[in-house]
């Protein structure tokens, strides 16, 4: 299984029957963070994804294996939605094989933008359908009509239940940062990604187990999500790390950038929380 093509083994899985295995190991929930609709005003709507014990879905790219949540919306006329955001990945298996996706509970989405012309008192009901591929000692693919129903009015106030959680995945966006520089090359098979500290800002490790600690999640499969990834942290805190490209890419022609997401749970800027660092050197051939 280790070396089939990450297109085949997405066919395979995506050959087995939906209705079978619909909510085997986790449950789902479309929860909003507002208690009520106004006219015209952007809100957020959640994903709510609660695994079972040893389950685990995938992240907005999840490797060589696995598939995405997504959210196909059947609105109102004249209501918007924006893309279905994810929070960080974290290395998941799938089987023996490494892939990007969580383990935990996690809170994906979206911005809502309902019409102007909402009249109060009414109540609306948002409506999607809601496809995932959830894995534990087997995978299961499965897809769900969730709706969620609020009522329409001239002011609203916060859920907090689902605030909170909304405002805890927030915190674990990932960001640029010019207190890192970053560069990347390619030769054969391997791609060198190269971390300098830019200014006094950037979070150095303090030793080599440390940054063994660094985990790079690609954002276009440029790279093999289950390949090793060799680490060295330098004197002057520039970490150097080796990637494996990948044996199947899908995005057509190879890219002109690495794009990729590096977390380390020390953060990566001082006096600032988050974890995740996103970064597209270019690619130097």
């Known amino acids: 299984m280790r ?8 066919f395979a899985l995506c050959s087995w029957p939906f209705a079978a295995h619909a909510q085997t190991g986790l449950t789902l929930q479309l929860v909003s963070e507002q208690a009520a609709v106004v006219p015209g005003k952007r809100f957020t709507v959640g994903l709510w994804i609660q695994h079972d014990r ?4 995938y992240w907005r790219f999840p490797g060589i294996v696995g598939v995405p949540t997504q959210m196909k919306w059947d609105l109102p006329k004249g209501w918007k939605a924006g893309p279905l955001v994810y929070p960080e990945p974290e290395r998941t298996l799938m089987f023996q094989i490494k892939a990007q996706g969580f383990d935990r509970d996690v809170m994906l989405r979206t911005e809502i933008t309902p019409p102007a012309d909402l009249k109060l008192g009414d109540s609306v009901t948002l409506s999607g359908k809601a496809s995932w591929m959830c894995c534990g000692s087997t995978c299961h693919p499965g897809a769900m009509d969730l709706s969620l129903t609020l ?22 966006a990932e960001h640029s940062s010019d207190a890192w520089k970053a560069e990347a ?23 080599q187990r440390e940054a063994e600690k660094l985990i790079v999640f690609t954002e276009d499969g440029w790279f093999d999500s289950d390949k090793p990834q060799t680490i060295t942290l330098h004197s002057d805190g520039t970490l150097s790390i080796r990637l494996i490209k990948a044996d199947t890419y899908l995005g057509g022609k190879p890219p002109t ?29």
């Open 185 to 207: 090359s390619e030769k054969g098979r391997d791609i060198t990604l190269t971390l300098r500290p830019a200014d006094a800002r950037a979070t150095l490790r303090r030793s």
């Open 54 to 57: 040893g389950s685990h879905t």
């Open 257 to 285: 950038t690495l794009r990729c997401i590096l977390r380390h749970d020390d953060g990566w800027v001082k006096g600032e929380i988050w974890r995740c660092l996103q970064i597209a050197p270019l690619i130097r051939r």
């Open 151 to 172: 009522p329409v009015a001239a002011t609203s106030v916060l859920n907090e239940k689902w605030h909170k959680l909304l405002e805890a995945e927030r915190v674990r």
């Open 3 to 10: 070396d089939m093509p990450y297109r085949l083994l997405l």
